[in-house]
């Protein structure tokens, strides 16, 4: 065996970590709002990109050949049928280039084990007690985006805890 050049080897041994499928997937997690709307993004969710394979010494001139998996309910799945160009455009506006080429929906069963978990929005306030307990937990915290955050997901897990 010889001695190999590391931009041979390196991409083997980063492989999945590093791969651009899983930063762009990333991407679209944290834009989703932005991309399906507010009333879908509750409904749906991305779950996988896939890629179209070619074999080796093949080209691909057109560019990136991806599919998008969308879960949803059957019912959302026939209302986004009607608005796949009109995400595809958002997706590939907000990635530069023609990105994903279609979008698969992936039906859901909305009382299954398998549903997607819409985000509630509890109706039930916070007592005197917790916010000034929540208040004293986050006393220390000096980055104001982190003690954003981390009220939310606090006052988000008291609230559960009262349901």
Not at 7 to 33: C, E, H, N
Not at 57 to 80: M, R, V, Y
Not at 101 to 120: E, M, Q, Y
Request: positive net charge; aromatic residues 6%.
């Amino acid at each position: 065996m010889g001695m190999k050049l590391l931009s041979v080897t390196v991409p083997k041994v980063t492989g999945k970590v590093f791969d651009r499928k899983y930063t762009m997937l990333g991407r679209l997690l944290t834009q989703w709002d932005e991309i399906i709307g507010p009333e879908l993004a509750t409904k749906t969710q991305p779950v996988k990109l896939k890629y179209m394979k070619y074999k080796q010494g093949e080209k691909n001139s057109a560019g990136s050949n991806a599919t998008l998996e969308i879960a949803c309910s059957s019912a959302d799945a026939t209302i986004l049928h009607y608005q796949k160009t009109l995400i595809l455009e958002r997706i590939n506006r907000i990635f530069g280039d023609d990105w994903i080429r279609d979008i698969k929906f992936v039906p859901t069963v909305s009382n299954g084990k398998d549903a997607l978990k819409t985000r509630r929005k509890s109706t039930k306030n916070l007592t005197e007690a917790d916010k000034k307990h929540l208040s004293l937990m986050l006393e220390g915290v000096d980055d104001p985006d982190l003690r954003e955050r981390l009220e939310s997901m606090a006052k988000a897990f008291l609230q559960d805890q009262q349901n």
